[in-house]
């Protein structure tokens, strides 16, 4: 299984970025598909999951702001970030839980990782 992760870059504050993580040896909509951030200094944290059912979790500081998707026949997942801040500033991969864990939060569920991708916002 490899997750590749693409897209990232430098924007200014309120500005739009859309990252992506395409799969291959795995089928994204049967898995949990988690994108994950980690700034420096700081634990890495779930921003947003989007279950096999196509159901979503965002963590708080970014809902309303971020969008997961994907794309089945592109066997890719997206993610829309848009109205960014500079605290939104890490580096963010993607990450893949083949057995569809209840603890999507619990970075251990998560069988499989990209390598990142670095999204910088400037004030």
């Known amino acids: 299984v490899q997750l590749q992760a693409s897209g990232g870059g430098l924007v200014q504050a309120g500005g739009s970025l859309r990252i992506s993580c395409a799969a291959s040896g795995l089928s994204v909509n049967r898995a949990t598909m988690g994108w994950w951030r980690q700034a420096p200094g700081k634990e890495r944290e779930l921003v947003v999951a989007i279950r096999w059912s196509g159901s979503t979790y965002h963590r708080d500081s970014v809902r309303g702001r971020f969008t997961a998707s994907r794309d089945t026949a592109k066997n890719t997942v997206y993610l829309q970030m848009n109205n960014l801040r500079p605290e939104d500033t890490a580096v963010y991969s993607c990450?893949?839980?083949?057995?569809?864990?209840?603890?999507?939060?619990?970075?251990?569920?998560?069988?499989?990782w990209g390598q990142g991708t670095l999204v910088t916002v400037s004030s």
């Open positions: 990450a893949a839980d083949k057995d569809r864990s209840v603890a999507i939060g619990d970075a251990q569920s998560y069988d499989y």
